[in-house]
């Protein structure tokens, strides 16, 4: 096995697939954390792992940075087995980010931020350089926050300096553990949603742990549901988790609300119709052609409209009633898989 696959196979690329083969994990007094998953995350993409507590969520991913290692099965990185690589190297090229941050209490923001760079060896400008960018790009003024010490932050602020550590040597996969947990759900909804726009632009391969099933929807490319004992129920998009649960386990977890759920993950195109159909175009109201079933819905009830026009660039591409908004869903389940 070539130890320094990822090394080379990160040269100019900015995420690596993430490959689970039957893994499995057996604790010294015979707990079964995990049983036997085997699953992809692609490059890029954000997987969520959720479960009841004690279902090995926290076990898996620790088995990726081998924090933990595994009973059985191989973990693989861009094609490359983990437990070829020397796992302190290992764990530089991957970010962790965990519930309550972990920030070291008697270094300042920046010093923080630039802790594995420091041990790669990079010289004080060029730490100063990514620190000060990565704290633009998690939404701190680095003239104001850079300096401070953790304690001088708010909850949200720590957060947010804790993922831009964990980008800081910009690494191919990030892990997070209940990384929103630890704040109140307004603070919360707010770091979902920059944390969205942030992997928007950086595009890292992401593995997320998580209790709530609408951090999931909202955040994840993917969700593996797990069970009791470390069993994979489902793992697939948050469309089809809950237009399709595997089974009435799966349908109790991700909970009884799910058509409303679907609304806000299914793209407003996908109940579309031609404009040509309906009059009065001007009077109604409007959702981006980027939006889902919930914008339309909101859009509708707030203006009291049966209908609502699909906008791109301002200029209509197509429509969606009310009705649809519900046909959609049971279309999209009675779909092929
Ligand atoms: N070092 C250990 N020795 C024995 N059992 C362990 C050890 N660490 C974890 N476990 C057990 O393994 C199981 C899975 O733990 P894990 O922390 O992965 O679950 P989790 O899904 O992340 O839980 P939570 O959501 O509560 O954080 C649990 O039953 C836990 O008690």
């Not at 940075?65 to 070829?84: F, Q, T, Y």
């Not at 909804?189 to 951090?215: C, M, S, Y």
Request: proline fraction near 6%.
């Amino acid at each position: 096995m070539d130890a320094t696959a990822i090394n080379d196979s990160g040269a100019g690329r900015t995420a690596a697939s993430i490959t689970l083969e039957n893994v499995g994990k057996v604790y010294p007094d015979g707990t079964v954390a995990v049983g036997d998953i085997s699953l992809e995350v692609r490059a890029g993409e954000l997987a969520v792992l959720i479960g009841p507590s004690g279902c090995g969520k926290s076990t898996v991913l620790r088995m990726i940075n081998r924090l933990i290692e595994p009973s059985k099965g191989r973990i693989l990185i861009d094609g490359a087995d983990v437990s070829a690589q020397d796992p302190v190297e290992l764990r530089r090229q991957i970010g962790y980010v965990i519930q309550n941050v972990g920030l070291f209490p008697h270094q300042s923001i920046r010093t923080n931020i630039g802790t594995v760079p420091r041990l790669l060896g990079w010289n004080r400008k060029r730490i100063k350089d990514r620190a000060d960018e990565l704290l633009e790009l998690v939404g701190l003024d680095p003239k104001r926050y850079g300096g401070r010490y953790p304690h001088e932050l708010s909850g949200g602020q720590r957060q947010r300096v804790g993922v831009a550590r964990a980008l800081a040597a910009d690494p191919l996969v990030l892990l997070m553990d209940e990384p929103f947990s630890a704040v109140d759900p307004i603070v919360r909804g707010r770091l979902q949603e920059e944390f969205l726009r942030l992997q928007a632009a950086v595009r890292k391969t992401i593995v997320l742990v998580t209790h709530d099933i609408d951090e999931a929807v909202r955040l994840g490319d993917r969700i593996a549901v797990l069970a009791e004992g470390g069993r994979l129920m489902q793992y697939a998009t948050p469309a089809d988790l809950l237009s399709r649960p595997a089974s009435a386990t799966v349908s109790e977890f991700v909970g009884t609300d799910r058509g409303v759920r679907r609304l806000a993950v299914t793209p407003v195109r996908d109940a579309m119709r031609p404009v040509g159909q309906i009059e009065e175009i001007g009077r109604l109201p409007t959702v981006d052609v980027s939006g889902t079933l919930y914008d339309a819905l909101a859009a509708m009830l707030t203006s009291d409209s049966l209908n609502v026009v699909v906008v791109s660039d301002g200029k209509p591409v197509g429509a969606v009633s009310r009705s649809a908004l519900f046909d959609a869903p049971n279309a999209e389940a009675a779909a092929p898989a």
